[in-house]
């Protein structure tokens, strides 16, 4: 066991775990972030993505002791109802989620698509989405809400300029 | 619209409500299956907390001017978490956004809370409109009363009811006191389908905020105080018995609390296991990794799938049960112009939900609390009162946001197994399973064989046709069979009967194969596999007399004017008959079974040694379209799943367990293979059918009829690579 000081959505955290276990367990069962989730353990399908200094990782491989003091980001820190992000408003407006598990990791990857390329192209959508496997097939609902955040986030930074 | 998928009261609702006298008028039914009778039933929830009442409380309405409306099934991904309360919101007449839903706990009074079958839906229309309908007439009498004007003078809207000549209105709430004094009427007036305002536009889901935003709570998110995490070695084969086990290294993990022999109920089966509880998951899961335990795999050490095909196709020389036989096949097809035949063989599969199966169980004395995501949340209830020989209801079951479904949470065993732990160490017991335990832990969906034989006339006219099916059956290894003579599934001949070609001479065998593991029911169940064998043998015939495929079957339907109506309309919408670009092909299917009916024409261009699907475009038809957005979805996902199954991977069996283990070798179909899937409804004001599993059969034949048109190559088998035809 050790003493980990993580940063997560911008909060400090200090945890007593395992070195080892990894970054999922300690988000879900010790930091007590539940939408986060776990899907496969091996990173095959996406479920548990999250940012390490915004740049989406699979939590369930990465020991929490390589994140220590590195600024993690969960779903829970990508905006809440009350405060939505345009990726987050845009899956509601094109009513993506089924059952809704693998949603937190498809808007991580999401987001992190956007924020390195506010305007992908279908083929650039492919690659930063083919490692989050939907088991309701919701996929092309995840294409066009990439493409409708993607407008949204231009409108708002042509009316900020 | 507020949505509370947890069930904890907030603090501040409950000091807000608690400063009130909170006066409800409660409509339900006295059961909440078909026909039954609506009852007033606010008297019982003034004497009663709502948790024990014997009803059944779909509507509750409060004189603080709320408006709950109950959820009584769990939502899968299927949306009935909004499409069954926007039911009730109609007849009700006010708008979703002025109702709050609530997610019901398993309770008898609701009757049925199972959600399977594309079942919900179409099973509780009429429940539902009554109740909605039901409360409004209510809260018309009580304005009436009130103003003391003629009834027919007032009507509702949007949570208020107005007065027509004077335009006087008052709302809900304040009607609530008087309205609760009347009497129910038995049959309310329900509106016409013209007069709809919810059912039939597309409206925005209340779970998906929840669900965009880390929020809503699945059942592997439930936590209490002082619970165990479980992680379960099981046996690689399932119906292994433990020889012995060694434990010492496990229990040097830190956090690790108990090593205990685990049991897992599956219906007629009890699997074995040895489970490591521990105080966080990790720690479990290291402890399992760290247990040495060796196993007796009995007789079932010696099930291959290598071996399968090979008696599956020794069982389609016999004749198995001839499920429906209509003239003569017999001589029909000896004496026949033309002959044509061939077999199909389709895999086991696995459900894969993407949220592992969980269960968190807290055993106090004659006690249950249990958190899951279930299909059956009345069912758990039962069967673990069963499983612990205690009263029903003393089992309280929270139901949770269910991460997929698919048919693999209508099984119970993950319940049975964190109840069983719980109540060893007397500690409530979160287990959960590893992606690999899920994939080995069955049940399957059955592979199936399928023979098919046509005879056409001089004409090119079918005259004979013959579909025999070789199944494991669903029923026999979950529940085992009374008759040892009558094994087989009739669930294998599901969609058989409803195919709506009338050819004179019609044969339709169901022939058992046992197999030793435990199959269940996977998203159009048989109809996942049968109909890919049905559709593409109709193809075939189509071929063999050179027409177009998709006139062929027109031609060939008799009486069913739906499914005439809906191949028509899928012609329409398709584009079928308008010219292809060189290098493309097309390719027809549908189906009609005991969930609804959907098509598929799905188009794809040839690739250096395969094909590409360019589109792929669904006809459905299910009647009264309750939320067509939501409809869409559905075909999408169904078509998703049926393309997955084609062209994906699929279960094998050596040595008695699952090749399979997670998802790099059971793989699913991904964003950047997905084709664009267009989704269109056929208009119909005729009562709602279901729409989970209709999407899911026709997909892949479809596809396989596609390749044929364009490269004249016949899949028999799945999966296949689409990249490499061979």
Redesign the interface.
């Known amino acids: 066991m050790a003493v980990i000081s993580l940063t997560i959505n911008g909060k400090k955290r200090t945890i007593n775990a395992d070195p080892q276990m990894p970054l999922l367990w300690a988000v879900r069962d010790v930091v007590g972030l539940k939408g986060t989730k776990f899907g496969c353990g091996m990173a095959q399908c996406g479920a548990c993505t999250v940012h390490l200094n915004g740049k989406p990782i699979r939590s369930c491989i990465t020991p929490v002791s390589t994140v220590a003091n590195k600024k993690i980001t969960t779903i829970e820190g990508v905006g809440s109802e009350a405060r939505l992000h345009p990726v987050q408003q845009a899956w509601i407006e094109e009513q993506v989620p089924q059952c809704g598990y693998c949603q937190s990791g498809q808007i991580m990857s999401a987001v992190a698509l956007l924020n390195t390329n506010p305007d992908p192209t279908d083929a650039e959508i492919d690659q930063a989405m083919s490692g989050n496997i939907c088991r309701c097939g919701t996929y092309n609902r995840v294409r066009k809400a990439i493409h409708r955040a993607s407008d949204m986030m231009k409108e708002s930074a042509l009316k900020t300029k | 619209m507020k949505q509370q998928p947890s069930l904890s009261l907030n603090r501040r609702a409950f000091l807000k409500t608690g400063g009130l006298t909170v006066s409800s008028l409660v409509i339900g039914f006295n059961s909440a299956q078909a026909g039954s009778e609506l009852v007033n039933l606010s008297e019982r929830v003034a004497e009663k907390a709502l948790v024990s009442l014997e009803v059944s409380p779909l509507v509750i309405l409060e004189n603080t001017g709320k408006i709950i409306l109950m959820a009584h099934k769990p939502?899968?991904?299927?949306?009935t978490f909004q499409s069954m309360p926007l039911i009730v919101a109609e007849e009700l007449e006010v708008s979703l956004d002025q109702v709050e839903i609530r997610q019901a706990m398993a309770d008898k009074k609701f009757g049925n809370m199972g959600v399977g079958g594309s079942y919900s839906v179409r099973s509780e229309w009429a429940n539902l409109r009554k109740a909605g309908a039901a409360a409004r007439e209510m809260l018309t009498q009580a304005a009436a009363k009130t103003w003391n004007v003629p009834v027919d003078e007032c009507y509702a809207r949007e949570g208020k009811i107005f007065h027509k000549p004077t335009g006087k209105s008052s709302s809900y709430g304040a009607l609530t006191e008087i309205a609760k004094t009347l009497d129910v009427p038995k049959e309310p007036k329900l509106k016409d389908a013209k007069e709809f305002r919810l059912v039939g536009k597309p409206s925005?889901?209340p779970?998906?905020?929840?669900?965009?935003?880390?929020?809503?709570?699945?059942g592997?998110?439930a936590e209490v105080p002082g619970m165990l995490?479980a992680s379960v070695d099981r046996a690689p084969v399932m119906q292994a018995t433990i020889k012995s086990f060694e434990d010492t290294a496990a229990k040097k993990i830190?956090g690790v609390q108990h090593v205990l022999k685990a049991e897992r109920k599956m219906n007629k089966n009890t699997f074995q296991g040895v489970a490591v509880l521990a105080d966080?998951?990790?720690?479990a899961l290291?402890g399992r990794r760290a247990l040495k335990v060796e196993w007796d795999n009995g007789q079932y050490g010696a099930f291959n799938s290598a071996d399968i095909t090979a008696r599956f196709k020794e069982l389609a020389k016999t004749d198995g049960h001839v499920d429906t036989n209509k003239g003569d096949f017999d001589t029909a097809f000896a004496g026949a112009t033309k002959k044509l035949e061939a077999d199909y063989e389709l895999p086991f599969a696995a459900h894969?939900?993407?949220?592992?199966q969980n269960c968190l169980a807290s055993v106090k004395g004659d006690t249950v609390e249990i958190w899951t995501s279930t299909q059956l949340p009345d069912d758990v209830q039962k069967e673990t009162a069963k499983y612990l020989n205690i009263p029903p209801e003393n089992v309280m079951v929270h139901v949770l946001?269910?991460?997929?479904?698919?048919g693999r949470r209508l099984f119970l065993d993950q319940v049975m197994e964190a109840v069983y732990l719980s109540k060893q160490v007397g500690r409530p017991v979160k287990v959960?399973w590893?992606?690999?335990d899920d994939m080995a832990g069955g049940p399957y969906r059955p592979a199936t064989y399928s023979r098919l034989r046509a005879g056409f006339d001089g004409a090119g006219k079918p005259v004979a046709f013959q579909h025999k099916v070789v199944a494991p059956s669903i029923n026999d290894t979950q529940f085992g069979s009374k008759d040892p003579a009558k094994r087989q599934d009739d669930g294998a001949m599901e969609g058989l009967k409803e195919a709506p070609y009338d050819i004179p001479n019609l044969r339709f065998n169901n022939v058992f194969a046992d197999v030793p593991v435990p199959m269940g029911w996977w998203r159009a169940v048989y109809s996942a596999t049968t109909c890919f064998a049905h559709e593409s043998f109709v193809d075939e015939m189509a071929h063999a007399v050179g027409q177009d495929p998709l006139a062929f079957r027109l031609n060939l339907i008799g009486e069913n004017t739906r499914m005439k109506n809906l191949l028509t309309f899928l012609r329409e919408q398709s584009g079928w008959e308008k010219p292809l670009p060189a290098g493309w092909g097309k390719g027809v299917a549908f189906w009609q079974f005991f969930a609804g009916q959907a098509g598929h024409v799905v188009y794809v261009s040839k690739t250096d040694k395969g094909v590409k699907i360019e589109k792929i475009v669904a006809a459905v038809d299910c009647g009264t379209a309750v939320n067509p957005?939501?409809v869409r979805?559905?075909i999408?996902?169904?078509?998703?799943?049926g393309l997955?199954a084609a062209l994906k991977s699929a279960i094998t069996f050596e040595e008695g367990r699952a090749k399979q283990t997670?998802?790099?070798d059971y793989q699913?179909?991904?964003?950047?293979?997905?084709p664009?899937?267009e989704v269109h409804i056929l208009p119909s004001s005729e009562s709602p059918i279901g729409v989970g599993e209709p999407g899911l059969p026709p997909a892949a034949p479809a596809l396989a009829n596609a390749i044929f048109a364009a490269t004249g190559k016949r899949v028999r088998k799945l999966p296949f690579d689409i990249n490499d035809l061979g």
């Open positions: 939502e899968i991904g299927q949306g925005k889901r779970d998906i905020p929840a669900k965009v935003t880390g929020r809503a709570k699945f592997i998110d995490y830190p966080t998951y990790w720690a290291q894969a939900p993407m949220e592992p946001f269910v991460g997929g479904g698919f959960v590893t992606r690999e957005d939501n979805s559905q999408e996902g169904g078509t998703v799943m997955t997670n998802f790099h699913m179909l991904r964003l950047n293979e997905t664009p899937i």
